[in-house]
């Protein structure tokens, strides 16, 4: 059974900065796209960044210069490096790991509070 074990969220104020992780435990196939997801309060869980196994990476706009996404193969973590962080950042940040090959799965983290306030 593979978890996703999420780390590094908490309070900080604005123009900080924090740094997530999440690894998988347990037996696991290459993951072809390691990401991380957001919702605010009564938002929808939006994109916030993701990388290929080959080191592609997507942002979303609003992070963009200020986040950076990255990935262990080895190890089956990512890590996302907040900078800079804005109020609008608050949100549970969850990550994802997912494989588009045979065998697919599509694995969530439970979740992490990201509170940006002063």
């Known amino acids: 059974q593979v978890q996703l074990v999420e780390s590094g969220g908490g309070l900080v104020q604005p123009g900080g900065s924090l740094r997530l992780s999440c690894a998988a435990s347990g037996s696991i196939d290459s993951i072809d796209v390691m990401g991380w997801y957001r919702q605010a309060p009564g938002k929808q869980r939006e994109l916030v960044a993701v990388?290929?196994?080959?080191?592609?990476?997507n942002y979303a706009d609003s992070v963009k210069g200020r986040f950076t996404i990255s990935r262990d193969n080895a190890k089956n973590t990512v890590w996302l490096q907040m900078n800079s962080l804005k109020p609008e950042d608050t949100a549970v940040y969850y990550c994802n790991f997912r494989r588009i090959r045979w065998p697919k799965y599509d694995y969530w983290g439970q979740g992490t509070q990201v509170t940006v306030s002063s």
């Open positions: 990388v290929t196994s080959g080191g592609l990476t």
